[in-house]
């Protein structure tokens, strides 16, 4: 089987509109009751009910979005293989919740802003400048990231 048909089975859609998954069914297994799905930002492979998760996901049509997906998935499986097998293969599951989305930033730890006081003694002079505020650059202030490899 070719990679360009390989791809062709393979599903991205978005979990409750925000997060991408991966659904492949090279990997799924033989309870019907369950289905395998993989979460992009959190890089997990958890076990759903298929009944549920079926209601809960939306194709995704942008195709850099799928792209995107996809490249983050193949690079999970390329070293996960044996996770995705034994998942395959339980013959019992019970529901997984996926991991959360983002992570602390790990350029500033989660301390994204900066800020220089106002009213700063400077040798003995009250300083009536404006805040200086300095964002980090990885994160833009936000303090987390992505949680994508």
Known sequence: MSDSTKTQEIWVGLWHGKRHVVFDPSIQPENQEFMLVYFVEGHALCARRRTVERREVTTVRNPYDREFALEQYA?????????????????????????????????????????DTVNKPTYGVISEGPNIIERCPSCSGQGFVSDVL
């Open 75 to 115: 690079q999970w499986l390329s070293v996960n293989s044996p996770v995705a097998a034994e998942k395959k293969s339980r013959l019992e599951f019970e529901i997984e919740n996926p991991p959360p989305p983002r992570k602390r930033c790990p350029q500033c730890d989660g301390q994204p802003t900066w800020f």
